[in-house]
């Protein structure tokens, strides 16, 4: 069975700070997905990026970051020089399978609150 | 850029009612879903519904739930008779032919009383 793993509920920066959530999956598929969205105090869930197994190529945009480690079951994800506008709840999810329509596993989320 | 909708925004509902939330998918998508998230913990998995019929759903989608697409824009959630539980925010999601990325409606907040 897939599951998703957020250790980290809450986290606090000050403004500037580079800040890392973590997030560990664990799934029998040979191929799957990962996913970060955010989820700004307004509700809504926000993609931010996909990964699948087959690329551990790890990527930037702009001031975010994420560290895929197939060794690890890791997906991070990294804010650099942190804004107050960062301050949401942010999911990692997990779908399997090779066919889309897969239904989305996601962790508990982590808190980020950023102050200035 | 087209985008998911969700209506109502806010549903408060008393205990035993059925309701209705609406959903309308992005035009082209073929994969829909329904997730909940209940105050302050983690979004679930609902179910999936692909080719007019079923094709996942999870064990918190017992037989209170149902979904249709009425016709060819809109996708619904029914709760039959609702219970404090249900309370929840309640995401629509769509997904294209080929594509693992699910793209969320803002939600609908139902409140059960």
């Known amino acids: 069975a897939q599951k998703v793993t957020q250790a980290q509920t809450e986290i606090s920066v000050v403004e500037k700070e580079d800040v890392t959530l973590d997030c560990v999956y664990e799934?029998?598929?040979?191929?799957?997905?990962l996913f970060w969205y955010k989820q700004p105090p307004s509700g809504e869930l926000v993609f931010l990026i996909r990964?699948?197994?087959?690329?551990?190529q790890n990527e930037i945009s702009g001031r975010y970051s994420w560290n895929f480690q197939k060794s690890t079951s890791s997906f991070n994800f990294t804010i650099t020089a942190s804004q107050v506008v960062d301050s949401a709840v942010y999911f990692c999810?997990?779908?399997?399978?090779?066919?889309?329509?897969?239904?989305?596993?996601f962790g508990e989320g982590t808190q980020l609150t950023v102050n200035p | 850029e087209p985008e998911v909708t969700q209506t109502p925004s806010h549903q408060v509902t008393q205990m035993g009612q059925e309701v209705i939330l609406r959903c309308v998918p992005i035009?082209?998508?073929?994969?829909f879903y329904w997730y909940r998230q209940i105050l302050g913990q983690k979004v679930e998995f609902l179910v999936s519904?692909?080719?007019?019929?079923?094709?996942?759903k999870s064990e918190i989608f017992d037989d209170q739930f149902s979904v249709e697409r009425p016709d060819g824009s809109n996708f619904t959630l029914k709760i039959r008779s609702t219970k404090l539980e249900d309370s929840a925010m309640y995401f629509c999601?769509?997904?294209?032919?080929?594509?693992?990325?699910?793209?969320f409606g803002p939600g609908t907040r139902l409140t059960v009383t």
């Open positions: 999601a769509s997904s294209y032919q080929g594509s693992f990325e699910q793209y």
């Open positions: 799934t029998r598929d040979t191929t799957y997905y």
């Open positions: 990964r699948n197994s087959f690329d551990e």
């Open positions: 999810a997990l779908s399997e399978g090779e066919t889309s329509g897969s239904r989305l596993t």
């Open positions: 035009s082209n998508h073929l994969y």
């Open positions: 519904f692909y080719n007019n019929e079923i094709s996942e």
